[in-house]
T-cell receptor, first 115, second 112 residues
Framework: DTGVSQDPRHKITKRGQNVTFRCDPI?????LYWYRQTLGQGPEFLTY????????KSRLLSDRFSAERPKGSFSTLEIQRTEQGDSAMYLCASSLTPPDGNTIYFGEGSWLTVV | AQSVTQLGSHVSVSEGALVLLRCNYSSSVPPYLFWYVQYPNQGLQLLLK??????LVKGINGFEAEFKKSETSFHLTKPSAHMSDAAEYFC??????????FGTGTSLTVIP
């Protein structure tokens, strides 16, 4: 069990550029989640996948955001035309499908700074 | 609807003193309750969880929490604070569909 891994850990980008983050979940986990965390706040749910299917999206996920999990393994989160308000930590988490798994396990996060 | 309230965004304790971090939740169904810890520039690490059974749960690093349904609380405690406990602590409530709702966090400072 190598845990949830995220890449890159830090990204600085200019406003208007596109960025992509990658998440590799714990290998046997078929659920994968994306959260966003800003300073002084707890994680906020963005979206989640059951295998390759994206089952729920938060209204926080504007049309500039897109997430994929094409083969039900790793996932990518792309932000197009970044804005300064997108600066945050993007957290990936994974779990088994409930009721087999009622705990989500987080990666180290990807920090995005938009300048 | 589910939500979490963490009372006290900052808590300071002396090294060796009792740590008490408060969490109250609201949930229309029996909840799953969690405490996570976050060190600077890192992700969230699970400290402990309550799903069913014994209401006093023990976690890593000497932490424990008690589920009190009548008080809708899940406070986190540790008898003796260590310098390495300084971090951000998040309480979360989850449901059977793994929808998690997090509190805004409590920053713990340990004074030598």
């Amino acid at each position: 069990d190598t845990g949830v891994s995220q890449d890159p850990r830090h990204k600085i980008t200019k406003r208007g550029q596109n960025v992509t983050f990658r998440c590799d979940p714990i290998s046997e986990h078929n659920r994968l989640y994306w959260y966003r965390q800003t300073l002084g706040q707890g994680p906020e749910f963005l979206t989640y996948f059951q295998n390759e299917a994206q089952l729920e999206k938060s209204r926080l996920l504007s049309d500039r955001f897109s997430a994929e999990r094409p083969k039900g393994s790793f996932s990518t989160l792309e932000i197009q035309r970044t804005e300064q308000g997108d600066s945050a930590m993007y957290l990936c988490a994974s779990s088994l499908t409930p009721p087999d798994g009622n705990t989500i396990y987080f990666g180290e996060g990807s920090w995005l700074t938009v300048v | 609807a589910q939500s979490v309230t963490q009372l006290g965004s900052h808590v300071s304790v002396s090294e060796g003193a009792l740590v008490l971090l408060r969490c109250n939740y609201s949930s229309s169904v029996p909840p799953y309750l969690f405490w996570y810890v976050q060190y600077p520039n890192q992700g969230l690490q699970l400290l402990l969880k309550y799903t069913t059974g014994a209401t006093l749960v023990k976690g890593i690093n000497g932490f424990e929490a008690e589920f009190k349904k009548s008080e809708t609380s899940f406070h986190l405690t540790k008898p003796s604070a260590h310098m390495s406990d300084a971090a951000e602590y998040f309480c979360a409530v989850g449901n059977t569909g793994n929808q998690f709702y997090f509190g805004t966090g409590t920053s713990l400072t340990v004074i030598p």
